[in-house]
């Protein structure tokens, strides 16, 4: 009895022995957790190294590809970007990639639209904050500040739309208040007037009274409206068989 319980007794080598050296596991490289926080900016930076978006359009071009152009609807510059623009940006990079994988050319050129009322507001709050009055500063001055102050935002949002990964020419980014969009502006609007289609006619414009500016629709509130709504019937003529004898229903005020 005495030699089997010495011989069960552990000698202090292998009570200290890490078992997981006897276990056959496949090796990697890998590391046990992705490190998201530091290997993102990693991923992004290279990227913006190797020039990823253009490194793919050229590939394309070269191959012949047909184009795809994809028109970059401009957010609004007056603030940091929230979960809406993350939503939005993060659609169309989907549809920028998946042309890509594709075959297609793509060519997305984000933009920003910086002309409107909230703008506006938001300087008229810097000049009180300084004991100024809207009245009291020049038109040329009162638009100087509002295009700093976008141009400020467009900086700001455009880093954290890199920030998301989406791929654009963010190089020759368009905005609503550059001279060049201005300009092609006007310069359409000749067209109109060379060809004799531009005419003169009657429309309400929407006026702030407080603000002193013109108003979009979506500015304005309205009083709670009821209106009657119908229903429309339209039978299907043409289709499969299913189809046929079916009907297609909408609705209106």
């Known amino acids: 009895m005495a030699d089997d319980a010495e011989k069960r007794t552990d000698s202090p080598d292998q009570a200290g022995r890490d078992y997981r050296e006897t276990v056959f596991l496949p090796q990697t490289d890998f590391p046990m957790r992705a490190g998201l926080p530091q290997k993102e900016p990693q991923i992004l930076a290279k990227w913006d190294e190797i020039g990823l978006y253009h490194a793919a359009r050229k590939a394309r071009q070269a191959a012949g590809a047909p184009l795809f152009v994809l ?40 933009g920003w639209d910086c002309h409107g ?13 300084k004991g100024r009055r809207k009245d009291e500063v020049s038109k040329a001055e009162f638009r100087e500040k509002c295009r700093a102050y976008a141009g ?34 006007v310069a359409e609007f000749h067209k109109f007037v060379a060809s004799n289609q531009l005419y003169r006619g009657s429309k309400p414009v929407m006026w702030s009274p407080v603000e002193r500016t013109a108003l979009a629709d979506a500015e304005v509130e309205y009083h709670d409206h009821v209106s009657p709504t119908i229903w429309v019937k339209f039978p299907v003529t043409q289709g499969s068989d299913a189809a046929r004898g079916a009907s297609v229903v909408i609705w209106t005020t």
């Open 117 to 129: 009322l909230p703008i506006e507001w938001k300087i008229e709050e810097e000049l009180r904050s």
């Open 71 to 110: 028109h970059d609807g401009p957010p609004y510059a007056n603030g940091a970007i929230h979960i809406g623009h993350a939503l939005q940006k993060t659609l169309k990079d989907f549809v920028v990639r998946s042309r890509f994988a594709m075959g297609y050319d793509v060519d997305f050129v984000p």
């Open 152 to 185: 400020q935002w467009i900086d700001v949002q455009r880093d954290g739309f890199k920030r998301l990964g989406v791929l654009a020419d963010w190089e020759n980014r368009y905005a609503t208040m550059d001279y060049g969009s201005e300009a092609a502006i």
